[in-house]
């Protein structure tokens, strides 16, 4: 059982490149997201979905796009890379709230570092 | 979600209980505290959650106040394996995929 994984670990870019940062889990988890982590700072959530074929923007979307075609995979699409999109980026999953509880635990991949130069 | 507000960084001696506060003085009765930390800059790690009552495990306790407006994560031994960011989140049944975090509390053990 290899919870979420990112690739890749690590990677720089040119102004303007693009590039996809991939995600996978296998729990069998709905709900997914991406985060992103600033030096010094707290989790930025960018995008988030809540099955397959559905997602939604987070705080701070610009800039990124993402999509859903399978429970396992929910990659982020980076297009014409910034300076401002260096950054950790986090992928997170959780299993579907049961009726009448609402237990939710967020399972975390170890982070795409991204430097964009 | 809830907003919440922790102390940007405390200090706890190696041994010591180690009592992260965390207000959430808008949460709604539905929303469940959960308690997150980051050591250095790997993926965020589940602690424990809560709804009402004060909850136990391996890792550490968590007290919710009666008004259910603020929580304490208690490390009963901190070692210096401890040293990292806590986050306080808060999270509902009806608005799960917005799950926001704030900039947490960084705590450091020292020896």
């Known amino acids: 059982n290899a919870g979420v994984t990112q690739t890749p670990k690590f990677r720089i870019l040119k102004i303007g490149q693009s590039m996809t940062l991939q995600c996978a889990q296998d729990m069998n988890h709905n709900y997914m997201y991406w985060y992103r982590q600033d030096p010094g700072m707290g989790l930025k959530l960018i995008y988030y979905?809540?099955?397959?074929?559905?997602?939604d923007k987070g705080e701070v979307p610009n800039g990124y796009n993402v999509s859903r075609s399978t429970t396992e995979d929910f990659p982020l699409r980076l297009e014409l890379a910034a300076p401002s999109q260096t950054s950790v980026y986090f992928c997170a999953s959780s299993s579907s709230l049961k009726r009448g509880t609402g237990a939710n635990v967020l399972t975390f991949g170890a982070g795409s570092r991204l430097t964009v130069l | 979600d809830a907003k919440t507000t922790q102390p940007t960084s405390m200090d706890c001696a190696e041994g010591r209980a180690a009592n992260l506060p965390c207000n959430h003085s808008?949460?709604?009765?539905?929303?469940?505290v959960y308690w997150y930390r980051q050591i250095h800059s790997q993926g965020p790690q589940y602690i424990i959650h809560?709804?009402?009552n004060n909850e136990t495990n391996e890792m550490a306790s968590l007290i919710i106040t009666e008004d259910r407006k603020s929580s304490t994560l208690i490390l009963p031994h901190a070692t210096l394996r401890d040293t990292a960011v806590y986050y306080c989140i808060v999270r509902g049944n009806t608005n799960a995929g917005k799950s926001t975090f704030g900039d947490g509390t960084t705590l450091t053990v020292k020896p």
């Open positions: 979905s809540v099955g397959a074929g559905i997602t």
């Open positions: 808008t949460i709604s009765g539905n929303e469940y």
């Open positions: 809560g709804l009402k």
